[in-house]
């Protein structure tokens, strides 16, 4: 399956950011199931595809996005999806969510990222193009390290390292300067304040903080982290 193919099936295009990214390989995660992570993950770690160490993402290659898409469009879904909203997933989560281009809100070539829930009727706006999710998640990542499964600084370090060499061509120059800059210091302990009773602790080189500073100020998407509902379930 081409990106053609599915574009002509479906009638859309997918945004010209996407296409670079299969065109380059950047798509080319071979196919999930009990042995890629010994078997194939290896061999994709130095270059890594499409936010490959990114926590709770799976790029998916293009066979996968058709299967995906006719799955979101078929009116026997458990989901009741309304036929109206055109959601074009290119990845999910562990738990079976999937993130998506929403092409309802194309603007000029730039189509909106959102995070389309399995089990609670919902959808999230993470960013206004894929450019952007792509400059937000990578900061999310230097600002989180995998402490739960006891990823050592070096191999911390590394994959951000790693991953942004594969990825910095497909951002502005002023989003590579910045990861570049933040690249660049030394791991900080931080505590995220998730309620006024409850805190976190947290390890990275920025803090949730910072994050959401530079989030505002370089990525500003009037609907950032807003929400609607997908059916009338």
């Not at 061999?43 to 996005?65: A, G, I, M, W």
């Not at 995220?192 to 409850?198: A, L, Q």
């Not at 947290?202 to 982290?225: C, H, Q, W, Y």
Request: a negative charge; hydrophobic letters at 35%; charged letters at 30%.
């Amino acid at each position: 399956m081409t990106i053609q193919e599915i574009e002509t099936k479906h009638g859309f295009e997918f945004p010209l950011l996407y296409k670079q990214l299969e065109a380059d390989g950047m798509l080319n995660i071979g196919e999930y199931g009990p042995n890629w992570y010994a078997e194939v993950y290896p061999t994709l770690k130095d270059n890594p595809p499409l936010l490959l160490h990114s926590y709770d993402f799976e790029s998916l290659n293009l066979k996968s996005v058709a299967e995906e898409i006719e799955e979101l469009r078929d009116p026997d879904n458990y989901r009741n999806i309304k036929s109206e909203f055109k959601f074009i997933p290119f990845a999910k989560s562990g738990g079976g969510d999937h993130y998506c281009f929403f092409l309802n809100e194309e603007d000029n070539g730039e189509v909106p990222i959102v995070f389309v829930w399995h089990d609670m009727n919902e959808v999230n706006y993470l960013a206004k193009n894929l450019q952007d999710f792509i400059f937000k998640v990578l900061l999310i990542d230097m600002s989180q390290q995998d402490v739960y499964n006891e990823l050592s600084d070096e191999e911390f370090r590394s994959d951000l390292e790693s991953v942004f060499k594969s990825h910095k061509r497909y951002l502005s120059t002023r989003q590579r300067f910045i990861l570049e800059d933040i690249l660049k210091r030394e791991i900080i302990d931080y505590e995220i304040n998730v309620s006024p009773k409850i805190k976190e602790s947290a390890r990275g080189l920025l803090t949730d903080v910072e994050l959401e500073s530079i989030v505002n100020d370089v990525i500003p998407f009037d609907k950032m982290n807003q929400s609607f509902k997908y059916s009338n379930d």
